[in-house]
């Protein structure tokens, strides 16, 4: 039987799933049309030619590339910060840019000392194309503030460069897979490279799983690491010192040392 909705019940339905907090109009994970297009029944035409195909003479199935190879493929061979945007703008092979507004690639000045590594694009983000602009992003400005560096100075001294692990917002800002971490991992090594800050800061449980194999921010948090040679410091993330503020104490420590790194560093 089928299931006619008029007008007005349409209009409460939309209505009552705005009053719900419902945004935008996604679903809860990323939908491949293109799969869809493949599961069509094919033509008459074609499936008896199909069928009068001896199986020797199909074509052999070819091997499905791996996505990180070719993540990694692509990543290595951007020579430049604008060339590395574009092959993550031509990259079609993670879903989660079906779901995206704007790809979230970098702020900042490229040329900064600090190098911040979220986690991945909000609502806010993915309206604007950049990273920490929300009120995580607000935090996140006052904390380094405090130690003399922002992301608009034109000097590479006081400049913070900020980018995330993950370029596209996760739908409903659900935390991205292992899989999706390990397929962009080969860009942010090369965003890294080509940056080439003398401190990086891992903001957060995803930049510690993506550059250090590990989670557990609480217990890294304050601990210098090293990421492609690099001094690395984990930082807990802006969006949990806003809902856990007590954590601030700690964060103002981490952040001392990251000052007194830079120093030894001239
Ligand atoms: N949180 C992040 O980690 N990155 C952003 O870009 C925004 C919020």
Known sequence: M????DYWDAHALLEWQIELGAAEAISESPVNRYDLLDQRPLPQSQTAQSRATPATLAPAA??????????TKLAKSAGSLEALREA??????????????????SDGLPAARVMIVGEAPGRDEDMQGKPFVGRSGQLLDKMFAAIGLDRASP???????????????????RDPTREEIAMLKPFLIRHIELADPDVVVLMGNWACTALLGRAGITRLRGKWQTVLGKPA??????????????AKREAWADLLEIRAKLQSQK
């Not at 070819?62 to 993540?71: L, N």
């Not at 001294?157 to 900020?162: G, H, K, P, R, T």
């Not at 930082?235 to 007590?246: D, E, K, V």
């Open 2 to 5: 089928e299931t006619q909705i």
């Open 62 to 71: 070819a091997a499905e590339p791996d996505p990180a190879d070719i993540a």
């Open 88 to 105: 993550l703008e031509g990259f079609d092979l993670c879903d989660l840019k079906l779901g995206a507004r704007n790809l979230v690639f």
């Open 155 to 173: 000097d590479a001294e006081n400049a913070l460069y900020i980018t995330n692990p993950i370029p596209w917002r996760p739908p409903e800002n």
């Open 233 to 246: 410091m984990p930082m807990t993330h802006p969006a949990y010192l806003l809902r856990n503020p007590i």
